[in-house]
């Protein structure tokens, strides 16, 4: 398959998060193919019942291709006009996946070997697959993490601080307030002092951001609410005990503020001569750590168009990505 048919049939395989068995069922059995055929070898990873990471490799691997195959939802399936290919996952992160696996099949016609292609789970939820991976590295130097970046090398990312915030009230009827507690109220007020808290800047990623994803709560428009929770995302530039002190301090007593993932900023390694950039979104590499190799982020597409019902990826930088990433590896293993 060339590129654009690759990311085309991977995006039509719904992968949402924790769906991701069809996907890697197909990959495994494709990657198997090109491996037979190449003196490579593919295995997989079970990360949980019927969740599996992928791995092919050829020799030992000394530079490491990898990016997820999982999506956010909703499942939009691919089409494509005479410029761009558009479905969930086109940029964010199947086309990269295509790009990547042309750029291994081209690497190894050419007779390069010492690298690996490994495609994990979970990305968009909670980096389970790459936590896995990192406790079953197999000697990589360099991991080059595929992320939409525009194709440039990314200079750093943000971090993400992930908060669940509940309340608990008293149920009364809404004609008589006095007589209950207002849950939704209570989250409100604990709400609105969290947007107030000033949140850390950094001279290379910039300032902090927060967002508040969901709110829920109540039973009823005439019923005082006795539970309501809200789900806050924090970007993190640097140390994420400050943003955890000041919200502590910022709730009141009638809210409960659990912690449920913390991913540190991260900086990487460039190549001379590359062009950069800062990006502001997390990616799988702080939970690999080193374990796979010093990391590069790197990909085609824009972030800006991720996560959107309007998710596409120019054919123009696809297929320009599988030399990008060909010649990057190269560089690489000329370097170890």
Not at 9 to 18: A, K, N, P, V, Y
Not at 19 to 31: D, M, R, S
Not at 248 to 273: H, W, Y
Not at 303 to 327: D, M
Request: hydrophobic fraction near 45%; glycine fraction near 8%.
């Amino acid at each position: 398959m060339n590129v654009f048919e690759l990311a085309r049939t991977l995006i039509d395989i719904e992968s949402i998060s924790e769906n991701e068995a069809a996907v890697g069922a197909w990959l495994h059995n494709y990657l198997e193919k090109l491996a037979r055929a190449s003196g490579g070898r593919v295995e997989k990873m079970d990360v949980a019942a019927g969740r599996f990471n992928v791995l092919a490799k050829w020799g030992d691997p000394i530079v490491t291709l990898s990016t997820h195959m999982d999506t956010v939802p909703p499942f939009v399936p691919s089409r494509e006009d005479s410029e761009f290919i558009w479905g969930r996952g086109a940029c964010d992160a199947k086309g990269i996946i295509a790009a990547m696996i042309c750029a291994a099949e081209k690497l190894v016609a050419e007779g390069n070997r010492n690298i690996a292609l490994l495609f994990v789970v979970g990305e968009e939820r909670n980096s389970a697959g790459a936590a896995v991976a990192a406790r079953n590295a197999c000697g990589s130097k360099y991991l080059i993490n595929g992320e939409p970046t525009e194709s440039k090398l990314a200079l750093a990312s943000k971090g993400v601080l992930r908060y669940e915030l509940g309340a608990r009230g008293k149920m009364a009827h809404s004609a008589y307030p006095d007589l209950g507690e207002s849950a939704i109220e209570a989250l409100l007020d604990s709400l609105e002092s969290l947007r107030r808290v000033p949140l850390p800047t950094d001279p290379l990623l910039g300032a902090s951001t927060m967002n508040i994803g969901t709110v829920a709560g109540g039973r009823a428009p005439n019923v005082i609410a006795d539970s309501a929770r809200a789900e806050i995302l924090v970007r993190l530039v640097g140390d994420p005990q400050p943003v955890r002190q000041a919200f502590a301090k910022a709730i009141n007593s009638r809210t409960m503020l659990n912690e449920i993932l913390c991913i540190p900023p991260i900086r990487f390694q460039t190549i001379d001569g590359m062009p950069t950039s800062v990006v502001a979104f997390t990616t799988d590499v702080p939970v690999f750590g080193k374990s796979w190799g010093e990391p590069l982020l790197l990909g085609p597409g824009s972030i800006h168009v991720a996560h959107t019902l309007e998710e596409r990826i120019s054919k123009k930088e696809l297929a320009a990505a599988v030399e990008l990433y060909a010649n990057v590896v190269k560089k690489l293993l000329a370097t170890a």
